[in-house]
């Protein structure tokens, strides 16, 4: 056997692994959360919904995921609003630092959250907005605006330049050019950015845990609180409940993948590097 088809079987290999476990982990997870006993034997011995029922009341999830929705509306929208026009000012602009401030935007996104949560969430405290669903929504901006513009810039790229000029000789103002003209063909990507950006959020934990109050806890936050909090809880609720999530991330990401090609971001960090 030639190395590069053992190298092209060890890899084929390793990721059959791989998924096999995960797969397994997933499924006993699934499993668990209908079944009403299961000790030593290789199912439960029966099976019921009964727990998904009692997740829902026991840790008031429509709280939590009115929660999490206002969470995700409220940083998509700011980092829309905010992101697109800086996207578009390093798109078509040439200035002394665009390159440096095109990777301080990258920070963020590079950096573990954890880095720069600690600090954050103690500026947040100081000024008495962590705790609240402001604070929430301002530590996940952070990393939201930046993941925005870099999402967003190579939509703008792709946008030939000439029907910008064309319409400022037909007399069209900035605000009429990317309202009226760049604004319906960047429709796609800002769906795709707002998707990501949603998506971000919901699995958002260190930032939001850091800086979430009871009542401003998202599904991550009150999933991870279920699971350490004292007292006695049946392992099938907490499971129902990580099934819940775990569903929510699947839906938004099929979603996401609808709307978002991923060669345009390589190719844009390709160009960069070059």
Same mark, same amino acid.
């Given at each position: 056997?030639?190395?590069?088809?053992?190298? *092209?079987?060890? @890899?084929?290999? %390793?990721?059959?692994?791989?998924?096999? &476990? !995960? $797969? =397994?982990?997933?499924?006993? +997870? #699934?499993?668990?959360?209908?079944?009403?006993?299961?000790?030593?034997?290789?199912?439960?011995?029966?099976?019921?919904?009964?727990?998904?029922?009692?997740?829902?009341?026991?840790?008031?999830?429509?709280?939590?995921?009115?929660?999490?929705?206002?969470?995700?509306?409220?940083?998509?929208?700011?980092?829309?609003?905010?992101?697109?026009?800086?996207?578009?000012?390093?798109?078509?602009?040439?200035?002394?630092?665009?390159?440096?401030?095109?990777?301080?935007?990258?920070?963020?996104?590079?950096?573990?959250?954890? *880095?720069?949560? @600690?600090?954050? %969430?103690?500026?947040?405290?100081?000024? &008495? !907005? $962590? =705790?609240?669903?402001?604070? +929430? #929504?301002?530590?996940?901006?952070?990393?939201?605006?930046?993941?925005?513009?870099?999402?967003?810039?190579?939509?703008?790229?792709?946008?030939?330049?000439?029907?910008?000029?064309?319409?400022?000789?037909?007399?069209?103002?900035?605000?009429?050019?990317?309202?009226?003209?760049?604004?319906?063909?960047?429709?796609?990507?800002?769906?795709?950015?707002?998707?990501?950006?949603?998506?971000?959020?919901?699995?958002?934990?260190?930032?939001?845990?850091?800086?979430?109050?009871?009542?401003?806890?998202?599904?991550?936050?009150?999933?991870?609180?279920?699971?350490?909090?004292?007292?006695?809880?049946?392992?099938?609720?907490?499971?129902?409940?990580? +099934?819940?999530?775990?569903?929510?991330?699947?839906?938004?990401?099929?979603?996401?993948?609808?709307?978002?090609?991923?060669?345009?971001?390589?190719?844009?960090?390709?160009?960069?590097?070059?």
């Amino acid at each position: 056997m030639t190395r590069p088809r053992l190298g *092209t079987w060890f @890899i084929g290999t %390793a990721i059959t692994i791989f998924f096999i &476990g !995960l $797969a =397994g982990v997933v499924g006993s +997870v #699934v499993v668990n959360s209908f079944g009403t006993r299961w000790f030593d034997t290789w199912l439960p011995e029966g099976f019921t919904p009964d727990w998904y029922g009692q997740a829902w009341d026991e840790f008031t999830l429509l709280p939590v995921l009115g929660v999490t929705l206002t969470v995700c509306l409220l940083v998509a929208v700011i980092s829309v609003l905010v992101g697109v026009p800086a996207s578009y000012v390093l798109a078509r602009r040439a200035f002394p630092g665009r390159r440096a401030l095109y990777l301080l935007f990258l920070l963020p996104i590079l950096m573990p959250p954890i *880095t720069y949560g @600690i600090p954050l %969430a103690t500026v947040l405290y100081k000024y &008495g !907005l $962590a =705790g609240h669903l402001s604070g +929430v #929504v301002l530590a996940n901006l952070v990393p939201s605006i930046p993941f925005v513009i870099l999402t967003m810039t190579p939509f703008i790229e792709q946008i030939d330049p000439a029907v910008e000029r064309a319409a400022r000789m037909c007399g069209a103002r900035t605000v009429q050019i990317f309202t009226k003209i760049l604004a319906p063909l960047l429709i796609p990507g800002i769906l795709a950015a707002t998707i990501l950006v949603v998506v971000r959020t919901v699995g958002m934990f260190e930032l939001t845990f850091l800086t979430a109050g009871p009542d401003s806890q998202t599904l991550v936050v009150a999933l991870f609180y279920s699971m350490s909090a004292a007292g006695i809880r049946a392992q099938q609720s907490v499971d129902a409940m990580a +099934v819940i999530y775990t569903a929510m991330m699947l839906v938004l990401l099929v979603v996401a993948l609808r709307f978002v090609n991923p060669t345009q971001l390589v190719a844009r960090v390709k160009d960069d590097s070059e």
